[in-house]
């Protein structure tokens, strides 16, 4: 304990800001369809979100090497702050598509500066056990904030100012740390190309589940509101869907680790799908019926992305965990652009259930695609497969925390 009891500031930092984006998201929904957004215009936002957030995963890496993490932690907080002040201050939908953009720029700066500081001062024998903290601030943060809504209102100034002081907060644990500013990674090396060649079914799943995940983060709260749920009931049936997603990947892993792993990946994907469908057109206005088919939702649509990128590292060489993975983030980054503003502009023509009909689509056009790759290449070999690592989708930094001992994995059976 010794050894992770430096990281704590960065932990508790991180915490802090998932908890303030997994809430900002949430709240741009009910608080733009408060203000009569349409359901385009909030998907809309989350489009700008997503590019802003793809142009900050490859612009910060400049940036710590010019100016050194804390001072890029301490700029990027502040204009995320403010930017959270904004969206109050100015009820524009321009102004929020405007702001919604600097704020992915700057969280994904500061998700990278902070995970490429915890993978700096993690060693080697205590990686699984920060990154299983990490992991349980994660859904501990995104989960809990949510009820700071019903609590304080999505109508009123309180929650906007609470979510500028938690983003104003997180700059303290980092500037007041133990630990002096390590020196800036390098930057992360891309060849899309290669990684499609590599893994074209690891990549296209990335992409669809990029499609999905970012058209439910930013849309369920609009879903939920428009059939009839209290505050309460939506932050609630946000957060189940994002809870189940969490418990149930490492049984799945385990299960991918020892089967052919497409055949899990298509086993979850036709369950995401089904579960997607029964929410259409089976949950009805029912909150008690909503959560629990959006609990079975988020088990089987939240691991995708992992059990995706678990199966092009089953297909890459020896060294390239850190470069499979950042590219499949940028994959997942190009799917969740699109997929925010396509599934409200289905929502507006088709009312809040065709957001679920629309994932189903998706998920079925995924199903094709796994069993065609499964006729054109033989599966790998249990000996090759490297174990499965639950991966967050915060940065592409996040790669080089969670690679373990070194980058070339040992096999499952190992």
Same mark, same amino acid.
């Given at each position: 304990?010794?050894?992770i009891?430096?990281?704590?500031?960065?932990?508790l930092a991180a915490?802090?800001?998932?908890?303030?984006?997994g809430?900002?998201?949430?709240l741009?929904a009910l @608080?733009?369809?408060?203000?009569?957004?349409s359901?385009?215009?909030?998907?809309l936002?989350?489009?700008f979100?997503?590019?802003?957030?793809? =142009?900050?995963?490859?612009?910060?890496?400049?940036?710590?090497?010019a100016?050194?993490?804390?001072r890029a932690?301490?700029?990027?907080?502040?204009i995320?702050?403010?930017?959270?002040l904004?969206?109050?201050l100015?009820?524009?939908?321009?102004?929020?598509?405007?702001?919604?953009?600097a704020?992915?720029?700057?969280?994904?700066?500061?998700f990278t500066?902070?995970?490429?500081?915890?993978?700096?001062?993690?060693?080697? @024998?205590?990686?699984?056990?920060v990154l299983?903290?990490?992991r349980?601030?994660?859904i501990?943060s995104?989960?809990g904030? %949510?009820?700071?809504i019903?609590?304080f209102?999505?109508?009123?100034?309180?929650?906007?100012?609470?979510?500028?002081?938690?983003?104003?907060f997180?700059v303290?644990?980092v500037?007041?740390?133990?630990?002096s500013?390590?020196?800036?990674?390098?930057?992360?090396?891309l060849d =899309?190309?290669r990684?499609?060649?590599i893994?074209p079914?690891?990549?296209f799943?990335?992409?669809?589940?990029?499609?999905?995940?970012?058209a439910?983060?930013?849309?369920?709260?609009v879903?939920?509101?428009?059939i009839g749920?209290?505050v309460a009931?939506?932050v609630?049936?946000?957060?189940?869907?994002i809870f189940g997603g969490?418990?149930? %990947?490492y049984?799945?892993?385990?299960?991918?680790? @020892?089967?052919?792993?497409?055949?899990?990946?298509?086993?979850?994907?036709?369950?995401?799908?089904?579960?997607?469908?029964?929410?259409?057109?089976?949950?009805?206005?029912?909150?008690?019926?909503?959560f629990?088919?959006?609990?079975?939702?988020g088990?089987?649509?939240?691991?995708?992305?992992? =059990?995706?990128?678990a199966h092009s590292?089953?297909?890459?060489?020896?060294?390239e965990f850190?470069?499979?993975?950042?590219?499949l983030?940028?994959?997942?980054?190009?799917?969740a652009?699109?997929?925010?503003?396509?599934?409200?502009?289905v929502m507006?023509y088709?009312?809040?259930?065709?957001?679920?009909?629309?994932?189903?689509?998706v998920?079925a056009?995924f199903?094709?695609?796994i069993l065609?790759?499964m006729q054109?290449?033989?599966g790998?070999?249990?000996?090759?497969?490297?174990r499965?690592?639950a991966? =967050?989708?915060?940065s592409?930094?996040?790669?080089?925390?969670?690679?373990?001992n070194?980058?070339?994995?040992g096999?499952?059976?190992s």
């Amino acid at each position: 304990m010794s050894s992770i009891r430096p990281l704590i500031p960065l932990l508790l930092a991180a915490g802090i800001l998932l908890g303030g984006n997994g809430l900002q998201s949430t709240l741009i929904a009910l @608080r733009g369809a408060k203000e009569g957004f349409s359901a385009s215009g909030i998907g809309l936002m989350g489009t700008f979100y997503f590019a802003g957030f793809l =142009l900050g995963c490859l612009a910060i890496t400049r940036i710590m090497k010019a100016v050194g993490h804390i001072r890029a932690f301490a700029a990027l907080a502040a204009i995320a702050s403010v930017g959270t002040l904004l969206l109050v201050l100015v009820l524009n939908p321009v102004m929020w598509c405007a702001v919604r953009f600097a704020g992915g720029f700057c969280f994904a700066g500061l998700f990278t500066i902070v995970e490429s500081w915890l993978n700096s001062g993690v060693s080697n @024998r205590d990686r699984a056990r920060v990154l299983a903290i990490y992991r349980m601030v994660d859904i501990g943060s995104v989960t809990g904030a %949510q009820f700071l809504i019903p609590i304080f209102g999505a109508g009123g100034f309180a929650i906007f100012a609470i979510m500028s002081m938690m983003i104003t907060f997180s700059v303290v644990p980092v500037s007041l740390g133990d630990r002096s500013n390590p020196t800036p990674p390098e930057d992360v090396k891309l060849d =899309l190309a290669r990684v499609w060649r590599i893994s074209p079914l690891g990549c296209f799943g990335c992409i669809a589940v990029g499609v999905t995940n970012s058209a439910f983060r930013t849309l369920s709260p609009v879903y939920a509101e428009q059939i009839g749920m209290s505050v309460a009931d939506v932050v609630t049936f946000v957060s189940v869907g994002i809870f189940g997603g969490a418990i149930i %990947q490492y049984p799945l892993g385990y299960l991918s680790d @020892r089967w052919d792993r497409r055949r899990v990946l298509l086993m979850t994907t036709c369950c995401a799908m089904l579960s997607a469908l029964a929410l259409s057109f089976i949950a009805g206005s029912n909150p008690a019926l909503n959560f629990v088919l959006v609990f079975i939702f988020g088990c089987f649509a939240m691991p995708l992305y992992s =059990l995706s990128a678990a199966h092009s590292n089953d297909r890459a060489d020896t060294g390239e965990f850190v470069l499979i993975n950042a590219a499949l983030m940028l994959f997942y980054s190009f799917g969740a652009i699109g997929g925010p503003f396509a599934a409200s502009a289905v929502m507006q023509y088709f009312g809040p259930s065709a957001l679920f009909v629309f994932s189903a689509v998706v998920y079925a056009i995924f199903i094709a695609v796994i069993l065609y790759r499964m006729q054109a290449r033989s599966g790998v070999p249990a000996g090759r497969r490297r174990r499965f690592t639950a991966l =967050l989708r915060t940065s592409t930094a996040f790669a080089r925390l969670a690679r373990r001992n070194s980058d070339s994995d040992g096999p499952a059976g190992s």
